[in-house]
C-alpha cells in the first residue's frame, strides 16, 4: 500500500505536468518538484484537525503549561507557512521557462535543505541530544530522505543544467 508521501508526490507531480504541458522535465525540473513535494505531506497532515494534538510532541509541551504550548503553537504555525511558501516556490520555478530562475530556486532550496539537515537537526535534534553530530544528521532516516536527498539532486541538476547564456552570439 502506498504510503501518504507517495501518494502526495505523485499527485504534485502529475498536476506540475498537466499545468506544465506534456513535455519532458529536465533533472533540474524534477530536482525542483521533488524537494516542493516533499513539503507536502506535511501540509496535508496539518490540515487534517486533531493531528497536532496527538502528536508526542504536543503531549510533552501539555506538561509546561500553557504558556509554552501557546508559544510552540505559534512557532509551528510559522514554520507551516514557511514550508506552505517553500512549495508554492517550487512549483512556480517548475513553471518557468528561464533556466536561471529555476536555478536560484533551487540553490535556495538546496541551501534551506542544508541548513534544515545539519543546523536544525544536527545543531538541535529533539530525537537524539545524546548522540554525536554525525549520526543526528545521518542517522535519522526522514533527514536523509527530507533534506540531504533533495540537496544531493537539486546541486547535481545545477551543476548539470545549461547555462542560460550558452545559446547567446554576441
Keep these: 500500500m502506498p504510503s501518504l508521501l ?19 522535465p529536465s533533472l533540474l525540473d524534477i530536482s525542483i518538484l521533488v524537494a516542493g513535494g516533499l513539503f507536502l505531506p506535511i501540509q496535508l497532515l496539518c490540515l487534517i484537525p486533531g493531528v497536532m494534538e496527538h502528536s508526542r510532541c504536543y503531549g510533552e509541551l501539555r506538561r509546561y503549561g500553557a504558556a ?6 505559534h512557532v509551528f504555525l510559522i514554520d507551516m507557512g514557511k514550508n506552505l511558501t517553500l512549495v508554492l516556490l517550487c512549483a512556480w520555478a517548475y513553471l518557468q521557462t528561464s533556466v536561471a530562475s529555476k536555478k ?9 535543505n542544508l541548513w534544515a539537515a545539519f543546523v536544525a537537526h544536527g545543531l538541535a535534534s529533539p530525537e537524539m541530544p545524546g548522540e554525536p553530530y554525525l549520526k543526528r544528521v545521518f542517522g ?31
Excluded at 507531480?13 to 519532458?24: H, P, Q
Design 104 to 112: 536560484a530556486v533551487a540553490t535556495l532550496m538546496s541551501i534551506q
Design 68 to 73: 509554552s504550548l501557546a508559544h510552540w503553537e
Design 140 to 170: 535519522q532516516p526522514v533527514v536523509v530522505i527530507d533534506c540531504l536527498g533533495p540537496a544531493a539532486l537539486m546541486v547535481a541538476a545545477i551543476l548539470t543544467a545549461p547555462d542560460a547564456k550558452a545559446g547567446k552570439k554576441k
Design 6 to 24: 507517495d501518494i502526495s508526490i505523485l499527485v504534485a507531480g502529475g498536476l506540475f505536468l498537466l499545468l506544465k504541458g506534456l513535455t519532458m
